[in-house]
């Protein structure tokens, strides 16, 4: 069983930067790389990133790259989502999920076990 917790979203505005927090427990949960999606709204949860807790290998959608970075920290449990330059249209609910089959991986139906979402906003 894996336990994921997120945390630090919030209003911010266009341009602007935030940090989300995922924290991991549970006796398995380095098996599992931890994946980020979000969901807009009216429209389908999507893939964002991804990372792994061994080498800390990425995986990102196209329209995050180069502005939004996975990071991990094996002392504390929890990975990161470092969002940078945000824009309107990333307005949403944000989630961190593992992956049930212990690779990086963008499909939804990979992730397993899922935390209870962050609300990040970008609005002026």
């Known amino acids: 069983q894996v336990q994921l917790v997120e945390s630090g979203g919030g209003l911010v505005q266009p341009g602007g930067s935030l940090r989300l927090s995922c924290a991991a427990s549970?006796?398995?949960?380095?098996?599992?790389?931890v994946g980020w999606f979000r969901q807009a709204p009216g429209k389908d949860r999507e893939f964002v990133a991804a990372?792994?807790?061994?080498?800390?290998?990425?995986l990102y959608a196209d329209s995050v790259k180069g502005r939004f970075t996975s990071s991990r920290d094996n002392a504390e449990n929890t990975v990161y989502l470092q969002m940078n330059s945000l824009k309107p249209e990333d307005t949403a609910v944000y989630y961190c999920?593992?992956?049930?089959?212990?690779?990086?991986?963008?499909?939804?139906?990979?992730?397993?076990?899922w935390g209870q979402g962050t609300q990040v906003t970008v609005s002026a």
């Open positions: 999920a593992a992956n049930r089959w212990g690779v990086l991986t963008t499909r939804l139906m990979d992730y397993n076990y």
């Open positions: 549970g006796r398995t949960f380095r098996n599992y790389p």
């Open positions: 990372i792994t807790w061994s080498t800390g290998s990425t």
